[in-house]
């Protein structure tokens, strides 16, 4: 079983900042890959970008060039660095894990919400 605790989700303006953290529970060097989906309301859920292990990552066309997906093997995070906010942005955010032959994983959301 993996427990997956994210953080970081506010209120902010456009063109503003944010960082999402999401905690594993043990080593996340045993998943096959992790990553962030979004869902506004209304819409469904959607790729946001990930880390396949290997060394791929993935970024949905929306978010390139501003969201830096990363993550620390040492502290079992891993992050999303959001810049140049837009209203577009505004979801809730959720961290995603799969382990091979496994099972897939997902966190309990936050929210981020970017005003005009």
């Known amino acids: 079983q993996v427990q997956l605790v994210e953080s970081g989700g506010d209120s902010v303006q456009a063109g503003g900042s944010l960082r999402l953290s999401c905690a594993a529970s043990g080593s996340i060097s045993r998943f096959n890959a992790m990553g962030w989906y979004r869902q506004a309301p209304g819409k469904q859920r959607e790729l946001v970008a990930n880390?396949?292990?290997?060394?791929?990552?993935n970024y949905a066309d929306s978010v390139k060039g501003r969201f830096t997906i990363s993550r620390d093997n040492a502290k079992n995070t891993m992050y999303l660095q959001m810049n140049s906010l837009k209203p577009e942005d505004t979801a809730v955010y959720y961290c995603n894990v799969i382990i091979t032959g496994v099972g897939v994983y997902w966190g309990q959301g936050t929210q981020v919400t970017v005003s005009s």
């Open positions: 880390i396949i292990w290997g060394g791929r990552i």
